[in-house]
């Protein structure tokens, strides 16, 4: 039997609007009532992208994953260095003193509180790369971490969130022959006098000794900033006191560095 030409021409034009709508549904992946990805966040890596002449980052919907583990990357007391980095022919809109550092401080920021501002240091860069005047946008800062090195004698004020951390000598129990640990808390007293937020106070140690005499001594370590709090007038029933000893560490206990970063008192304020 002879096909007509016309209903071949029909099959013909049938099959191929069936072919298009099936290759745009493979490749928008949207035919299912799922947003299409270029609706969608971008998946992209987070890290912060500038245009040219541009002092602030460009929106990316991955920068607190992105922010999240670069901050996870840096260790216990670490200062986080940001360089910003400027090219030759961008122009400085700023007060800053050139591009780079305004992206510096933009970035600064951004990192906070996560960050506190105290752990945070900025500098600017002038480099050669792609980037271009109408190009897409680029990296133009650099991250690192500048690691907290402490004598074994030394103790350490630690910022960060609504924490704040004391670092403390080997053996030692002593708050208060640190004049700096002491305007700390005055100051810490002084603010929440009149307000509502109570307290959480965790003594911790390294690994030396044994667990009981640890989790002794880590208490020690946390009455003695809790007693400061309370003589300086804020109410016991607003102050909670614990210790988890060795159990906690936060670096490891086969160096002295890291085994003075264990030896800590971990303050939370709650608002």
Not at 137 to 153: D, N
Not at 173 to 198: F, Q, R
Not at 204 to 214: A, K, L, M, S
């Amino acid at each position: 039997m002879k096909i007509p030409f016309w209903l071949i021409a029909l099959l013909f034009v049938g099959y191929s609007i069936w072919a298009v709508n099936k290759w745009h549904c493979v490749q928008c992946q949207c035919c299912d009532g799922q947003t299409p990805p270029a609706e969608a966040a971008k998946k992209t890596s987070g890290v912060p992208l500038f245009s040219w002449n541009a002092d602030k980052p460009e929106a990316d919907a991955n920068f607190d994953a992105w922010k999240k583990a670069l901050i996870g990357s840096g260790g216990q007391g670490d200062t986080l260095q940001i360089t910003g980095w400027y090219r030759a022919g961008e122009t400085n809109n700023t007060k800053a003193s050139d591009l780079g550092m305004a992206r510096a401080e933009a970035l600064k920021a951004m990192m906070m509180p996560g960050v506190p501002d105290s752990r945070i240091h900025l500098s600017s860069k002038l480099v050669e790369d792609s980037l271009a005047e109408g190009g897409p946008a680029r990296e133009s800062a650099g991250f690192s971490w500048i690691k907290m090195v402490l004598a074994q004698e030394a103790g350490a004020i630690i910022e960060s969130d609504n924490d704040v951390t004391f670092l403390f000598p080997f053996n030692s129990t002593e708050k208060d022959k640190d004049p700096e640990v002491d305007a700390y808390l005055k100051k810490l007293v002084d603010k929440h006098k009149t307000t509502s937020a109570t307290f959480v106070v965790v003594g911790h140690t390294d690994n030396v000794g044994e667990p009981d005499d640890n989790i002794k001594l880590g208490m020690g370590r946390a009455k003695a900033i809790a007693k400061f709090l309370q003589d300086n007038g804020i109410a016991a029933s607003r102050i909670k006191v614990d210790s988890k000893g060795e159990a906690e560490p936060v670096a490891s206990n086969d160096t002295d560095d890291g085994r003075h970063q264990n030896r800590r008192v971990v303050l939370t304020t709650n608002n």
